[in-house]
């Protein structure tokens, strides 16, 4: 039998990045997906707790932050008989950047005193990232004592009051205790091998209160699982960035670092500096196949070695397979500045944002048919480099898979805002910008006249051209990310936006990847029918920058729906069952989670419930609160801005009741209604978008 992925929906998960813990919801680490991973190498795979030789019956647990995790078992054959359980048993593990401490807490109620064998086997197996997602198996190694060596990983357990006892594959660790009692044991991990160490910088945290209390526990969850993401370079420790997600991505990932940076940025300009400087330190700069390397493009993704994927792509430690991403550095770039980004520090990244521009308006597109497009071309990478990049992730309406090379629709927008929105920051600069609005002009004639369809669900972008220049005409959640960018019109953003919040596409908990009508439509399929959040969040974001604000608050309350049924940490994604099928939604069992970009989610609901819009260049505020308000009274106090903060109220109704800004700011609107669309013919979008 092949390998299987290992499913995650039913785990517990706690991390302080480098560092994920994973385990049963009765708390015990038993190996397979379970473990402590540390760097992409798994340093302890099994983590079982006994009393009396008996292990807890779970009844219950919790994960009251990113970092920590609460489990109660009972032990029934330990208690005083009768039907209410005497003795029980109580798991608290906190995980931090180097290691993990639990504390066992032994419950006695009946006031017997009875004297008991707490006992934790712990074994290690090192298992690399890639092997544990494949759905391999190992054997436990054998721990020398309490300190045990992998590669350059080092982990040291420590357990005050135990006895220890190498056992074979195990070692255990024995407390003889009399309940009630508590007994405390930890790891400790040190890598000289670490690419990456946990980021010093934290989320600023607002107060926000809401009359929907479900947008606060999202957005208050949202943002310590943000904070557990945030790593740096080692040799760079003040430039914090998000590592993708937790198990599989904790990691740095060009696309996912810069959407979750962008998403996030009402929050932080500092966690956007962090990932530009560290993604411009790590900019193309050879031509290089095996790598997907040029000069110019950003970078994909960077791991401890190799990685393996089931579907059989080797892919290096250090992979440029991403078509989008150097697009999307200059369009935070961008964002960044907007948002008060230094000037002298935007200056500081120019030379990085000219060269992507290079690779933007030349090599990204190889065959010079005038549209951005990829193809692996070293036969052991991605076959698909957009952000739906499994296999079978571009597909026509009757379900046929498209041939490569893949010309998708929202990186033509990406590539259209990121040159439009490099000539505005060039000029504001006072640095030449000869030929970007020309070049965007071009894009947007050829994008209407070559991919534009009709077909029985309406007429729309298709999601890419094929190796034959033929038009993917399936109806996906993609044609989303073009509203905002400019590259489509006001009345063609208004055409898309009616498809998106269709019930074909937004299922009442998000939107679908791909319409139910399509062809190659399936609600568990990773990209042809699941729903994102981060790729909701984005087009929710399209939507109020068109100027389409009650669709976007429509979307918005989708997610909300979503949220409780994940605790509300919502996964990386989820199943595409609408509202017609099921009560709540269904799992899509191998998700990710956190994830940072479905994390940074929560904040682009925040502004779109606000309407929101700044622009610290300029020193002005757009305010637009869609009416009536999707989450009742809104108040935000302490939002940062240019070094103060902003605070606003809105009611119920969607009106403005309080408002205070940093000096020197004014408001370019304060009232409901349809804000500025796309650009027409000239590329200049929205001011403050």
């Given at each position: 039998?092949?390998d299987?992925?290992?499913?995650?929906?039913?785990?517990?998960i706690a991390l302080?990045?480098p560092?994920v813990v994973?385990s049963?919801q009765?708390?015990?680490i038993?190996?397979?997906t379970?473990?402590?991973?540390?760097?992409?190498l798994r340093?302890l795979?099994e983590?079982?707790v006994?009393v009396?030789?008996?292990e807890?019956?779970?009844?219950?647990?919790?994960?009251?932050?990113?970092?920590?995790?609460?489990?109660?078992?009972?032990?029934?054959?330990?208690g005083?008989?009768?039907?209410?359980?005497?003795?029980?048993?109580r798991r608290?593990?906190?995980?931090?950047?180097?290691?993990?401490?639990?504390?066992?807490?032994?419950?006695?109620?009946?006031g017997?005193?009875?004297?008991?064998?707490?006992?934790?086997a712990?074994?290690?197996?090192?298992?690399p990232?890639?092997e544990?997602?494949?759905?391999?198996?190992r054997s436990?190694s054998?721990?020398v004592g309490?300190?045990w060596a992998?590669?350059s990983a080092?982990?040291?357990v420590t357990?005050?009051?135990?006895?220890v006892?190498a056992?074979?594959?195990?070692l255990?660790?024995r407390?003889?205790?009399?309940?009630p009692a508590?007994v405390?044991?930890s790891?400790?991990v040190?890598?000289?091998?670490?690419?990456?160490?946990?980021?010093?910088?934290?989320?600023?945290?607002p107060?926000?209160h809401a009359?929907?209390?479900?947008?606060t526990?999202?957005?208050?969850?949202?943002?310590?699982d943000?904070d557990?993401?945030?790593?740096a370079?080692?040799?760079?420790p003040?430039d914090?960035?998000?590592?993708?997600?937790?198990p599989w991505?904790l990691?740095?990932?060009?696309?996912?670092s810069?959407?979750a940076?962008r998403?996030a940025?009402p929050?932080?300009?500092?966690?956007?500096?962090?990932t530009?400087?560290?993604?411009a330190?790590a900019?193309?700069?050879?031509?290089?196949p095996?790598?997907?390397?040029?000069p110019?493009?950003?970078?994909?993704?960077?791991r401890?070695d190799?990685?393996e994927?089931?579907?059989g792509?080797?892919?290096?430690?250090?992979?440029?397979?991403?078509?989008?991403?150097t697009?999307?550095w200059?369009?935070?770039?961008?964002?960044?500045?907007?948002?008060?980004l230094?000037?002298?520090?935007?200056?500081?990244?120019?030379p990085?944002?000219?060269?992507a521009l290079s690779w933007?308006?030349?090599?990204?597109?190889?065959?010079?048919?005038?549209?951005?497009?990829y193809r692996?071309e070293?036969?052991?990478?991605?076959?698909?480099?957009?952000w739906k990049d499994s296999?079978?992730a571009?597909?026509?309406?009757d379900g046929t898979?498209a041939?490569?090379?893949?010309?998708?629709?929202?990186?033509?927008?990406?590539?259209?805002?990121?040159?439009?929105?490099?000539?505005?920051?060039?000029?504001?600069?006072?640095?030449?910008?000869?030929g970007?609005v020309?070049?965007?002009?071009?894009?947007?004639?050829?994008f209407?006249d070559?991919?534009?369809v009709?077909t029985?669900d309406?007429r729309y972008?298709?999601?890419?051209?094929?190796?034959?220049?033929?038009p993917v005409?399936?109806?996906?959640s993609n044609?989303g990310?073009?509203?905002?960018t400019?590259l489509?019109?006001a009345?063609e953003?208004?055409s898309?936006g009616?498809l998106?919040?269709?019930?074909?596409?937004?299922?009442?908990?998000?939107?679908?990847?791909?319409?139910?009508?399509?062809g190659?439509?399936?609600?568990?399929?990773y990209?042809?029918?699941?729903?994102?959040?981060h790729?909701?969040?984005?087009?929710i974001r399209?939507l109020?920058r068109?100027?389409?604000a009650s669709r976007?608050?429509?979307l918005?309350?989708?997610l909300l729906?979503?949220?409780?049924?994940?605790?509300y940490?919502l996964?990386?994604l989820?199943?595409g069952?609408?509202?017609?099928?099921?009560?709540s939604?269904?799992?899509y069992p191998?998700s990710c989670r956190?994830?940072?970009w479905?994390?940074?989610?929560a904040?682009?609901?925040?502004?779109?419930?606000?309407?929101?819009?700044?622009?610290v260049?300029?020193?002005?505020v757009?305010?637009?609160p869609?009416?009536?308000?999707?989450v009742?009274?809104?108040?935000?106090?302490?939002?940062?801005?240019a070094?103060?903060?902003?605070d606003?109220?809105i009611d119920?109704?969607?009106?403005v009741?309080?408002l205070?800004?940093?000096?020197?700011?004014?408001v370019?609107?304060?009232?409901p209604?349809?804000?500025?669309?796309?650009?027409?013919?000239t590329?200049?979008?929205?001011?403050?978008?």
């Open positions: 039998m092949a299987l992925q290992p499913l995650l929906h039913d785990l517990a302080h990045a560092t994973l049963g009765d708390g015990q038993r190996g397979g379970q473990g402590l991973l540390h760097g992409d340093l795979s983590a079982v006994t009396d030789d008996h807890p019956e779970a009844i219950g647990s919790d994960e009251p932050g990113a970092d920590r995790a609460r489990f109660t078992g009972l032990l029934r054959p330990l005083s008989p009768g039907p209410d359980p005497t003795v029980w048993l608290e593990r906190h995980v931090t950047a180097s290691g993990m401490t639990e504390e066992l807490s032994l419950v006695s109620t009946d017997v005193r009875r004297p008991c064998v707490v006992e934790v712990l074994a290690a197996d090192f298992a990232i890639d544990i997602k494949s759905g391999g198996r436990p054998v721990p309490t300190r992998a590669d080092v982990s040291e357990a005050e009051g135990a006895e006892v056992d074979g594959p195990r255990r660790l407390w003889t205790v009399e309940a508590t405390r044991w790891l400790r040190s890598d000289e091998r670490a690419l990456f160490v946990p980021a010093g910088t934290r989320l600023p945290r107060a926000v009359d929907d209390r479900r947008f526990a999202l957005l208050d969850r949202a943002l310590d943000l557990g993401l945030l790593l370079e080692r040799d760079h003040g914090a960035f998000t590592g993708a997600g937790a991505f990691t740095l990932f060009g696309r996912d810069l959407w940076a998403l940025l929050l932080s300009v500092d966690v956007a500096r962090g530009l400087r560290t993604l330190r900019q193309g700069t050879r031509h290089d095996a790598t997907g390397e040029a110019g493009k950003i970078l994909h993704e960077r401890r190799t990685f994927t089931i579907g792509a080797s892919l290096p430690a250090e992979y440029y397979g991403t078509v989008d991403a697009a999307l200059v369009c935070l770039l961008h964002d960044a500045w907007r948002w008060g230094p000037e002298d520090e935007v200056r500081d990244l120019l990085t944002l000219r060269f933007i308006t030349g090599a990204a597109d190889p065959d010079g048919d005038g549209f951005a497009e692996d070293s036969g052991h990478g991605l076959a698909n480099q957009g296999g079978d571009v597909r026509f309406r898979q041939n490569p090379p893949i010309a998708l629709a929202e990186v033509q927008a990406y590539q259209h805002e990121a040159v439009v929105r490099a000539a505005s920051l060039l000029t504001a600069l006072g640095e030449p910008s000869d970007l020309p070049w965007a002009a071009a894009l947007r004639k050829r209407r070559r991919f534009w009709s029985p309406g972008p298709a999601l890419a051209l094929d190796g034959d220049k033929r005409d399936a109806l996906t044609i990310h073009l509203l905002g400019g489509v019109s009345s953003s208004s898309i009616a998106l919040v269709d019930p074909a596409l937004a299922s009442g908990f998000g939107l679908r990847t791909m319409s139910s009508s399509a190659g439509y399936s609600p568990l399929s990209h042809c029918g699941s729903v994102w959040p790729d909701t969040a984005i087009v399209g109020q068109s100027g389409q976007a608050a429509s918005a309350v989708q729906a979503a949220a409780p049924a994940f605790d940490r996964p990386e989820f199943s069952y609408g509202v017609e099928e099921t009560s939604p269904l799992p191998a956190p994830q940072a479905s994390a940074a989610a904040v682009s609901l925040l502004m779109a419930f606000l309407g929101l819009a700044v622009d260049p300029a020193r002005t757009t305010l637009a869609p009416r009536p308000s999707p009742g009274a809104l108040r935000v106090q302490g939002l940062p801005l070094g103060g903060t902003l606003v109220a119920a109704s969607g009106e009741t309080e205070r800004l940093p000096p020197g700011f004014s370019l609107a304060e009232q209604g349809e804000q500025e669309g796309d650009a027409e013919e590329g200049v979008l929205p001011h403050g978008a």
